[in-house]
């Protein structure tokens, strides 16, 4: 059975630090790449950060380049989000995604979420 959990949301102040992460099972792991996307209320699901099955590439949403940091440890089947210098506008369910292309055709998995709530 295929899973995907992610842990670490909560509350912070603006300015703090929090760090996601995502264990994976039921699939191979280091097959997939590894994306954030995150939801706030009454807007659409955007990706947050995206890393490569080896972790050799990295890429972000403009809007968290310099303050977050995705990573992954292989043999841990777990993906990280550091996320650094929170923004009000940061609130969101943070939600982990594996995703491949086999033969053209995208096999996705998602987490249940996270919520991650900046506020004073």
């Known amino acids: 059975q295929v899973q995907l959990v992610e842990s670490g949301g909560g509350l912070v102040q603006p300015g703090g630090s929090l760090r996601l992460s995502c264990t994976a099972s039921g699939f191979t792991f280091n097959n997939y790449a590894m994306s954030w996307y995150r939801q706030a209320p009454g807007k659409e699901r955007e990706m947050v950060a995206t890393?490569?099955?080896?972790?050799?590439?990295?890429d972000y949403a403009h809007s968290v380049k310099g303050r977050f940091a995705i990573s992954r440890d292989n043999p841990k089947n777990t993906a990280y989000l550091q996320m650094n210098s929170l923004k009000p506008e940061d609130t969101a369910m943070y939600f982990c995604?594996?995703?491949?292309?086999?033969?053209?055709?995208?096999?996705?998995?998602w987490g249940q979420g996270t919520q991650v709530t900046v506020s004073s």
């Open positions: 890393i490569t099955n080896t972790g050799e590439s990295t």
């Open positions: 995604n594996a995703m491949r292309v086999v033969a053209g055709t995208a096999q996705t998995y």
